[in-house]
């Protein structure tokens, strides 16, 4: 972060990157003073980062997050107006209390807006600080969620946290951020890795959540073992994900929602090592007769780094019967045995490709044109995971 793009921010900008870099008088200063402030804040090393050494992890690295982490944070609490408060109250006489919305007059969860798509932070920051303010209007259930079972304030925690991987662990770094569409409907088509858990269905939410001029969600479609298993599937779906299903995904379609789909399905979570980066055929096109029939453009993504977060070194039928034992409605074939339970810091790229726009929704689709179009997108989504690692100089 430059001087340049420092002066562009508002000084309530600035003061919350200044609190972020615990710049010490930041409240007495004037915005030039907490531009030079900020300057030196970031160029100087900082002591507090030495921490733990992690392989692929230098300072360098944790400081660049830290300047990432809190232009996201300057940018979000320009969506709310701390000036002004909203004035729902609940049945008992609570008041809500919560900043409103830039351009509404109410908050993020009273109505300032589509919580199902826009997430706006609720009192405009992320932090475990606000968690105190999320619980009391979650115990006191001062809000609705949508009929996919999406809880803003569940979603927002769950941000916060998974931001750690997002810019301390894993370095995202993102490219074409400017294909995602910031309003309507779109399909995003990645491939699909991680051997023990959706990395990239998180690691994809957030990129469109931290790097888009909006912060739209995503709403990732999932296998059927995120929602069978207790506790884990209450949390997906409070967090915005969905069932791998049609009738959700033509719902939250028709919503106007982002929606993630990896079509490699468990042939492409459970790949070894061996096979990583090369990607399975996209099932038999489902995605695309569903994007045909409700006239939704595609937008491929290519994402570098969830194949090798657990390299896989082997595949299991026996351990797939295991699962069908326990789950029998799981239609795993495979399990991917892996010897690091500890996700490697791999440095991730995802790049978002030019959209596919629909041909006619008006019309029936052709089988044999939906496994072409599927095919050709699963080639560009090939040909940019080549291009990605033919570029990186390292894993880490």
């Keep these: 972060m430059n001087r340049d793009r420092l002066t562009a921010l508002r000084k309530a900008e600035l003061l919350v990157i200044a609190r972020e870099f615990a710049v010490r008088?930041?409240?007495?200063m004037s915005k030039p003073e907490l531009v030079e402030a900020l300057v030196v804040a970031i160029s100087e090393p900082d002591e507090t980062l030495r921490g733990i050494a992690l392989p692929g992890i230098s300072p360098e690295d944790r400081r660049g997050a830290r300047a990432r982490r809190s232009l996201l944070y300057a940018r979000l609490a320009s969506m709310v107006d701390t000036d002004r408060h909203c004035g729902w109250r609940s049945i008992e006489g609570h008041p809500c209390g919560l900043?409103?919305?830039?351009?509404?007059?109410?908050?993020?969860?009273?109505?300032?807006?589509?919580?199902?798509?826009?997430?706006?932070?609720?009192?405009?920051?992320?932090g475990f600080h606000t968690w105190p303010t999320l619980t009391r209007h979650m115990f006191l259930a001062t809000y609705g969620v949508d009929p996919i079972g999406l809880d803003p304030l569940v979603a927002e925690m769950a941000w916060h946290v998974l931001n750690g991987l997002y810019y301390d662990y894993f370095r995202v770094e993102v490219d074409g951020i400017e294909h995602v569409?910031?309003?309507?409907?779109?399909?995003?088509?990645?491939?699909h890795g991680g051997a023990v858990l959706p990395y990239d269905a998180a690691m994809l939410m957030l990129a469109v959540l931290n790097e888009a001029p909006l912060p739209r969600r995503v709403r990732v479609?999932?296998?059927?073992?995120?929602?069978?298993?207790?506790?884990?599937?209450?949390l997906y779906r409070k967090t915005g994900a969905a069932y791998a299903t049609r009738d959700d995904a033509r719902y939250l379609l028709s919503q106007g929602a982002l929606v993630g789909v990896f079509p490699?399905?468990?042939?492409?979570?459970?790949?070894?090592?061996?096979?990583?980066?090369?990607?399975?055929?996209f099932g038999r096109g489902g995605f695309v007769d569903l994007a045909e029939r409700t006239g939704t453009p595609i937008v491929p993504v290519a994402i570098v780094g969830s194949e090798e977060v657990h390299p896989a070194v082997a595949v299991s039928r026996q351990?797939?019967?295991?699962?069908?034992?326990?789950?029998?409605?799981?239609?795993?074939?495979?399990?991917?045995?892996?010897?690091?339970?500890i996700p490697l810091p791999v440095r991730w790229h995802i790049r978002f490709l030019p959209p596919v726009l629909p041909e006619g929704a008006d019309e029936e689709p052709d089988p044999l044109a939906t496994l072409?179009?599927?095919?050709?997108?699963?080639?560009?989504?090939?040909m940019a995971l080549d291009d990605m690692l033919a570029r990186r100089r390292s894993a880490f």
């Design 25 to 28: 008088g930041r409240s007495t």
């Design 372 to 382: 072409e179009r599927a095919e050709q997108i699963r080639r560009t989504v090939q």
């Design 181 to 191: 569409p910031m309003d309507g409907p779109a399909l995003l088509v990645g491939n």
């Design 264 to 281: 490699e399905g468990e042939r492409g979570f459970m790949k070894p090592v061996w096979q990583a980066y090369h990607v399975q055929r």
């Design 221 to 234: 479609v999932g296998t059927e073992i995120f929602n069978m298993l207790p506790w884990v599937s209450h």
């Design 319 to 341: 351990l797939a019967r295991v699962v069908q034992f326990f789950f029998p409605e799981q239609r795993v074939e495979e399990i991917a045995v892996i010897l690091n339970p």
């Design 99 to 126: 900043p409103v919305v830039r351009g509404a007059d109410a908050c993020a969860i009273h109505g300032g807006g589509d919580v199902a798509d826009i997430a706006v932070p609720v009192t405009g920051e992320l």
